[in-house]
């Protein structure tokens, strides 16, 4: 090692940019995107939609949409509200996903009690993933050796549920914070899906 290391202090700076770029391109050599799911304002919901949307070149419409509701027309928040009421209008305006309520537990083997406490992000996080390894012909995924690494920002609806309906200590639940914490999202895949690799949660805010 140390007449590896006295070996590279004789190369000059621009012999050892190219000795890192080398030893970049073979460390990266071997990956490769093989599957694909996503999820997008304006209905794009798999990577065909997205492609599509690309080659036309369309963009979801951000003016005054609106306030987003649910599958039963629900809206999200109350304008009206005094704590929200001053960014209505900002709040009217915006790219929305649709349906964000609907989710089916089933797959994931969690129960209906604890998939109703969580984060709707953290669905389509689960959704799309297992959409990702589908896309990617991957199938029998049960104790692969594979990473989950999530980016993730902070989630409203534990506040939310709390903030429309909890009216004491009998409404608490305990998948009230498994479902709702950022820290758990990557969990949550990993264990859903199978996979027995590394699994890290990074909240990387806005």
């Given amino acids: 090692m140390r ?40 209905g794009i919901e798999d990577p065909t939609g997205l492609w599509d949307a690309v080659k036309a070149g369309t ?26 009421k001053p960014y209505a209008d900002a709040l009217r305006t915006g790219a929305y996903l649709s349906d964000v309520d609907l989710f089916d537990a089933e797959p994931f083997g969690i129960p209906d009690d604890e998939a109703a406490f969580i984060d709707p992000q953290q669905r389509m996080l689960l959704t799309t993933a297992r959409h990702a390894l589908d896309d990617a012909g991957i199938t029998d995924r049960r104790g692969t050796k594979a990473g989950v690494f999530v980016s993730i920002t902070a989630p409203e609806y534990g506040l939310a549920a709390i903030r429309g309906g909890v009216n004491g200590i009998e409404d608490i639940s305990a998948p009230m914070s498994t479902g709702t914490v950022v820290s758990a999202a990557a969990g949550w895949v990993a264990t859903a899906l199978g996979l027995s690799g590394p699994a890290l949660t990074l909240d990387t805010a806005c």
């Fill in 3 to 42: 007449s590896y290391i006295e070996s590279l202090e004789e190369l000059s700076k621009d012999q050892l940019m190219v000795l890192l770029a080398r030893r970049r391109r073979a460390d990266t050599e071997g990956l490769a995107v093989v599957g694909m799911g996503c999820r997008l304002p304006g």
């Fill in 59 to 84: 963009a979801a419409d951000t003016a005054d949409v609106g306030v987003p509701t649910d599958s039963r027309g629900r809206p999200r928040w109350n304008l009206d509200a005094p704590d929200i």
